[in-house]
């Protein structure tokens, strides 16, 4: 069910990527994509983030002036070590969160930019602004999403466990000691 | 699906990545070298992103249109009096007009002049931009079967905007002339007039191109329009790039250093027409020179 629900996030995210900067300029700044492939990388599925990294940044890159590749590549390399750090490291909470995707999107982006210098191709934007905007502009919008998330999946995860908890035990009406005295 | 344990996960997860990360480094290098070519991939995902990028924009665009007009009505009064004055001298001007067009068939006739052929418009919508922050191309929602082919011009009412550089079915990519990639043969001033001949470039900066190899010893001024020559092999001769906004006087020596800025209004185009235009066949002899191969690929 998790993983169901993460590729819906995750085509989701694709289609405000290919669609929300013809509707404002600034909104290109957010990787949509990359909060989710992060997201899914700190549920320790690692496959499932590299795949889901592979598949956006190629899905990205077809309606992009770049090469063709390069944004799969870095969202790979992305997955790969927030999965590596999440195995590591105990990030089931949101401040810790944060960190990581603000670090996810700059690695991602600083690597986007080199491997197209190693191409040999330039950018049309300028590196040092394009990387800060989006590492502020994708922290911003990932703390909303994992907020989003967290809380879609906190709420039944609650109520599954309580289930689990309570269900078999009886529950037995607590008599009054004071009465029991007399 | 195939359960696995997480033991499993950790061995298997470095191996498909080295996997995923050499099957992406081989279609950047592939697409590094072809240039300009057609992909499978970008035409699939073009085509299938047109189901949603076309609904969106129709939706903004009308949204944002109900807007604007609400804003213009406050000026609308003003306006009207300002065109109906615009009107009658239009009027004048028109039938001054009438006269020289007949004289100038007349005079055509005359001389057995040919007819220029033009090159047709397709009118198309811009209905995607780059969904990268680093590129600056747009979508639009014509593509091969409406007749548009690769290295086709792309024009707006102001100017140049750039040539398409991707296809599917349904939709072409444009590469702004803003893109560092672009180099477009151009003129400062008309040709035939002037001799400040030069290729157009984009720059890392937003909106604004420079225009390379203009020797020093031409006479060049601030707020001269350039055009392009059409000797690019790419765009026609005659259509605007846009206006000299910086230079730095060259000697005779040195080239000047021209900063251009763009004719058409990039950032906020919305309708855009593509020039069905085919460059005529090279010479023989260019198309074997060793850098030819690239540009005569289609």
């Given at each position: 069910m998790e993983g169901v629900k993460l590729t819906i996030a995750l085509i989701i995210a694709i289609l405000l990527q290919w669609t929300l900067r013809n509707v404002?300029?600034?909104?290109?700044?957010?990787d949509f994509p990359l909060i989710i492939i992060v997201y899914a990388a700190i549920q320790r599925n690692s496959i499932r983030a590299l795949l889901f990294g592979t598949i956006s940044g190629v899905a990205v890159d077809a309606l992009?002036?770049?090469?063709?590749g390069s944004s799969g590549f870095s969202k790979t390399l992305v997955a790969y070590a927030v999965s590596e750090i999440a195995r590591r490291v105990y990030l089931d909470n949101l401040i810790l969160r944060i960190p990581v995707i603000a670090g996810a999107c700059f690695v991602s982006e600083l690597v986007y930019y080199g491997v197209h210098r190693l191409f040999g191709q330039t950018t049309t934007s300028d590196p040092v602004i394009t990387i800060a905007y989006s590492v502020i502009a994708t922290t911003i919008a990932g703390t909303f999403v994992y907020l989003g998330l967290q809380s879609m999946s906190t709420d039944r995860a609650r109520l599954r466990k309580r289930k689990e908890v309570f269900a078999p035990r009886r529950q037995t009406r607590r008599r009054n000691p004071i009465r029991l005295g007399k | 699906m195939v359960e696995r344990s997480q033991k499993e996960v950790w061995r298997l997860a470095p191996w498909l990545m080295i996997a995923l990360l050499l099957g992406n480094f081989v279609l950047m290098a592939f697409d590094a070298k072809v240039e300009g070519g057609e992909y499978v991939i970008r035409s699939w995902t073009q085509t299938a992103a047109d189901f949603v990028q076309s609904p969106v924009t129709t939706v903004t665009s009308s949204v944002s249109g109900y807007f604007s007009s609400i804003a213009n009505l406050r000026s609308a009064q003003d306006e009207n009096g300002e065109l109906k004055q615009k009107v009658q001298e239009l009027e004048v001007e028109l039938k001054q007009k009438e006269g020289l067009d007949e004289e100038n068939a007349r005079l055509r006739k005359f001389l057995d002049l040919k007819e220029q052929s033009k090159y047709k418009v397709l009118t198309s919508r811009v209905i995607g931009r780059d969904p990268s922050a680093w590129f600056d191309s747009a979508i639009v929602n014509r593509g091969s079967l409406d007749g548009v082919k690769l290295n086709m011009p792309v024009v707006t009412d102001g100017g140049l905007v750039g040539r398409v550089t991707a296809l599917s079915p349904l939709t072409s990519q444009v590469d702004l002339?803003?893109?560092?990639?672009s180099g477009i043969g151009a003129v400062v001033g008309q040709i035939g007039e002037s001799n400040a001949l030069g290729v157009v470039a984009g720059t890392s900066k937003k909106e604004l191109l420079e225009m390379k190899?203009?020797?020093?010893?031409v006479d060049v001024q601030v707020g001269q329009a350039v055009f392009t020559?059409?000797?690019?092999?790419i765009f026609p001769s005659g259509l605007k790039i846009g206006e000299i906004v910086n230079l730095v006087s060259g000697s005779a020596t040195t080239p000047h250093i021209i900063e251009t800025q763009p004719?058409?209004?990039?950032?906020?185009?919305?309708e855009v027409g593509i020039l069905l235009y085919e460059p005529p066949e090279k010479p023989e002899f260019e198309q074997k020179l060793p850098n030819a191969t690239k540009s005569t690929k289609k």
């Open positions: 404002w300029e600034p909104l290109a700044f957010i992009s002036g770049g090469l063709m | 002339i803003t893109r560092d990639k190899y203009v020797s020093g010893s020559t059409g000797q690019d092999g004719a058409a209004r990039l950032g906020t185009m919305q």
